[in-house]
């Protein structure tokens, strides 16, 4: 069984880095042909898709973003990590961490992380 843990900083304050790990047990983020994700929702919204980096290493970004944003892993640990540049308030959200064996089929989530932008 496939399980994601989302950990980090419940607040950030603007203009900062927010920083998220998701560390991964019962499967490595180096199997063919898994990619995992960042997904967000913000209060009164739906969920977003943030950006992914699969199995290879490549990344890959929404578009719509405002914020900065880059994510990387430590296959040693078997964590992957978000993080969301020159933050504002409207980054303010529930981030979940999430495994997609290809073709956006969202199959494994953590049990997400709030995260509040505010001085």
């Known amino acids: 069984q496939v399980q994601l843990q989302e950990s980090g900083p419940g607040l950030v304050k603007p203009s900062q880095t927010l920083s998220l790990t998701c560390t991964v047990s019962?499967?490595?983020?180096?199997?063919?042909?898994?990619?995992w994700n960042w997904i967000r929702q913000s209060p009164g919204k739906g969920l977003e898709w943030i950006g992914s980096?699969?199995?290879?290493?490549?990344?890959y970004y929404s578009p719509s973003l405002k914020s900065p944003t880059s994510i990387s892993r430590d296959t040693s640990k078997n964590q992957f990590t978000l993080q969301l540049s020159s933050v504002t308030p409207e980054d303010t959200a529930v981030y979940y961490c999430?495994?997609?064996?290809?073709?956006?089929?969202?199959?494994?989530w953590g049990q997400g992380t709030q995260v509040t932008v505010s001085s």
């Open positions: 980096i699969a199995y290879s290493g490549s990344t």
């Open positions: 019962g499967g490595s983020i180096t199997t063919n042909y898994y990619y």
């Open positions: 999430v495994r997609d064996p290809g073709l956006a089929r969202y199959e494994y």
